[in-house]
């Protein structure tokens, strides 16, 4: 079994020889990445979180009130507040305030 070694000299020559070969593939394929980027259709993503407050069925009549007028008595409950923590700490929500902060840092 006759192995032929190979050199660093032998690949450097061959890479020299098809140097024009390899320049240009690379700019085709980079010309061609940057059409495909400038006609396919712009995709954009919206997240969102929603939360609902409790409505009309808090309301009640104030007994410290004479006339009798409805006022909201909203009685939080631990589901509603573990909900708003939920919203407010969530990572899109922290996300968006770091980047308003590091805004008004900066001045933009």
Known sequence: MD???I???DILTVLFKRKGFIVSFAI???VLVAAGNYVWPK????VAKVQVMRGRETVGVDPTVLEGAAMPMV???NYDVNTTIDLVTS???L???ALCKRR???GG
């Open 28 to 30: 085709v394929v980079i």
């Open 3 to 5: 192995q032929r070694q």
């Open 43 to 46: 995709t954009y993503e919206s």
């Open 91 to 93: 990572n899109d929500v």
């Open 7 to 9: 050199f660093l000299r």
């Open 104 to 106: 008004s840092l900066i």
């Open 95 to 97: 996300c968006c305030a």
């Open 75 to 77: 009685q939080l409950t």
